[in-house]
């Protein structure tokens, strides 16, 4: 028995964003010290030459990183890479401190390892998360930095929004990723127009000085020709990778009692739906653009089943909540065992291995 398996019915006590807050504060007591730090990489790490995978040019010891929204404010990067994550993505950080819809906002589904939330962008804002990087200096993984626009912000303040928050933040950054695919902030244009994008990506790459890699994450629900035609749109931007996806606005055969609640789906039930977008990107762009896969990761078979779908890295969230802190460690191990038994040498390798 896990330490975890005894903690977590005693978490899932507490309501979820209690909890949630309840083991950052954990983590970042982990994270305070150099030794504390060794201790947890020693318990939790694991390494094998067949994780490591170069894309987005840098090296990421495994493909096994963190999703946006667990650590918007940047507090617990360094315990996130010390649990053996291969890289770690905070934000969505918007220019200014935002409370985000008010609580609850943040529901369990137990019964369909899901959860559902509606945070809508709550987080401390750029200069506080700049300021954290600053003090806490970079973790020793590949960093990602998701950016986002105010609630209020009309179609125009939206750009200046995303060019500020780049601005800030993209010197601590591996990557970046502009975020369009919230399900729960206020829709007031079409976040996902082919001239919105345009305005978006041209305005960052002018501010672009270091030339850091800059993704787009999309959401599992549209149509699959609506889901390609904006891979056409970003390709031809030279958007240099798909976060693929985020949560879903659907709620098929679910059984948990606050399944009706709104907001976006997480977990198990979104995980087929998010690997087939992979598949449908991979196959579409014959694997020339990398694709981060994100949705119901919680098992080595599932981070599997989405790198052979086409994904250079994968990403969890619900997963992590479900399964501790060991998480990282127990799904790297397995991608290892599970290419020995497919006759992979490396996960790179193994990258659309299904497509045809
Ligand atoms: C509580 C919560 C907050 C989230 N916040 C963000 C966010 O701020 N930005 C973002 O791009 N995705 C956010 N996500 C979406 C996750 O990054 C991920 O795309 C989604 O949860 C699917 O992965 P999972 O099934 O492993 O959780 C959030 C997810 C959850 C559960």
């Known amino acids: 028995m896990t330490l975890y398996s005894r903690v977590r019915p005693l978490a899932f006590k507490l309501p979820p964003e209690r909890a949630h807050n309840l083991g950052k504060q954990a983590l970042r007591t982990a994270q305070a010290t150099r030794l504390s730090r060794a201790a947890l990489s020693y318990a939790y790490r694991y390494d094998h030459p067949a994780l490591e995978v170069d894309v987005f040019d840098s090296t990421f010891s495994n493909p096994v990183g963190v999703a946006a929204g667990f650590d918007k404010n940047a507090e617990v990067t360094h315990a996130l890479a010390a649990l053996g994550f291969g890289f770690v993505e905070i934000g969505t950080v918007t220019p200014y401190p935002q409370e985000g819809n008010d609580r609850p906002r943040l529901f369990r589904l137990r019964e369909d390892d899901a959860m559902v939330n509606r945070m809508g962008f709550n987080g401390q804002g750029m200069e506080r998360v700049k300021e954290r990087l600053q003090v806490d200096g970079a973790p020793n993984v590949p ?14 303040e939206a750009i200046e929004d995303y060019r500020r928050v780049f601005d800030r933040l993209s010197p601590f950054a591996d990557y970046v990723v502009v975020n369009v695919s919230c399900p729960n902030t206020p829709e007031e244009f079409d976040e996902t127009s082919p001239e919105h994008l345009e305005r978006i990506f041209e305005t960052l790459e002018a501010e672009n000085h270091r030339d850091v890699p800059i993704l787009v994450k999309i959401g599992p629900d549209s149509p699959e ?132």
Do not use: C
Request: net charge negative; aromatic share 4%; no cysteine.
């Open 225 to 356: 020709e609506s889901i390609l035609e904006l891979v056409d749109v970003v390709r031809d931007l030279g958007v240099d990778g798909i976060i693929a996806t985020n949560t879903s606005t659907t709620r098929e055969s679910l059984e948990s009692p606050d399944r009706e609640e709104w907001g976006g789906l997480s977990g198990k039930p979104i995980e087929d739906r998010s690997t087939a977008v992979i598949r449908t990107i991979a196959d579409h762009t014959d694997g020339d653009l990398p694709i981060v896969g994100v949705g119901g990761v919680d098992s080595p078979e599932s981070a599997y089943r989405k790198i052979r779908a086409g994904a250079s890295l994968v990403q969890l969230y619900t997963g992590f909540v479900y399964e501790g802190p060991s998480t990282a460690k127990q799904i790297n191990r397995g991608v290892v065992e599970l290419l020995e038994r497919d006759g992979f040498s490396s996960v790179e390798e193994a990258v659309g291995a299904d497509l045809e």
């Open 143 to 156: 960093l990602g930095v998701n950016v986002g626009k105010m609630n209020s912000s009309s179609e125009d």
